[in-house]
């Protein structure tokens, strides 16, 4: 019995998710409620407020499922250990991997479009924009990283300046994506990733303007 209820538990949390990624695509963040959400999913609002005591916990809920979802699509395809061996090599495959799964894959191409255009910069949504900016330095670290050790094994230009390579880096995938998300019609950087990201990279090796001055 108890098994049972927890597994009607978590078929019900499921339910206040997908019906939340509804909501928040059709409604914005701030526009949604949670008795939105609950009508959506088929449930009483109780229900809802007894996984989430609020739409930004409802939010991260569906952030967190994503990024598991994430990483089990990357699973096989990211190798950490080049982090020592071939630092720029896993660059490459890291953003390749992140640019096919945002822009090819439908679910997580769907579930992006919440955080560039449907979280409204407002006080309300203070704790899901405070998130978002603790996963950016994550991700900023992360490249930094990167970076400092392709640079140090020569695979870099010595002179490159990191600081500007990496916000140069970040801006120009950060800027491709929403691009894309956004018309799709119009930029089609999904059927030329793989050229995109080349060119990013060539723009590390090569370029004067992000040498250190």
């Known amino acids: 019995m108890v098994r049972k209820t927890r597994e009607e538990a978590e078929k019900t949390r499921?339910?206040?998710?997908?019906a939340a990624e509804d909501v928040f695509s059709r409604c914005g963040v701030s526009g949604a409620t949670m008795a939105d959400i609950a009508d959506c999913a088929g449930v009483s609002r109780g229900a809802v407020y007894g996984h989430y005591k609020?739409?930004?916990?409802?939010?991260?809920?569906?952030?967190?499922?994503?990024?598991?979802?994430?990483?089990?699509?990357a699973a096989g395809i990211i190798d950490e250990s080049m982090t020592e061996t071939n630092p720029l090599g896993l660059l490459r495959l890291a953003t390749l991997a992140y640019m096919r799964?945002?822009?090819l894959?439908?679910?997580?191409?769907?579930f992006s479009e919440l955080p560039y255009f449907k979280c409204e910069h407002?006080?309300?949504?203070?704790?899901?924009?405070?998130?978002?900016?603790?996963?950016?330095?994550?991700?900023?670290?992360?490249?930094?990283?990167?970076?400092?050790?392709?640079?140090?094994?020569?695979?870099?230009?010595?002179?490159?300046?990191?600081?500007?390579?990496?916000?140069?880096?970040?801006?120009?995938?950060?800027?491709?994506l929403r691009k894309d998300l956004f018309n799709p019609k119009m930029?089609?950087?999904?059927?030329?990733i793989d050229d995109m990201v080349a060119a990013m990279l060539d723009c590390m090796k090569y370029s004067e303007a992000l040498r250190q001055k």
């Open 122 to 176: 407002v006080g309300e949504n203070a704790e899901l924009l405070e998130y978002a900016h603790k996963l950016q330095k994550v991700r900023m670290d992360r490249l930094v990283t990167l970076i400092e050790k392709a640079k140090a094994k020569g695979q870099l230009s010595e002179n490159l300046d990191v600081a500007l390579a990496s916000q140069f880096f970040t801006c120009a995938l950060d800027g491709m």
């Open 14 to 18: 499921e339910r206040i998710l997908d």
């Open 54 to 73: 609020s739409k930004a916990q409802v939010f991260l809920g569906i952030c967190d499922r994503m990024h598991k979802f994430f990483n089990e699509l």
């Open 105 to 110: 894959n439908d679910r997580f191409r769907r």
């Open 101 to 103: 799964i945002v822009l």
């Open 187 to 192: 930029h089609d950087v999904r059927d030329h």
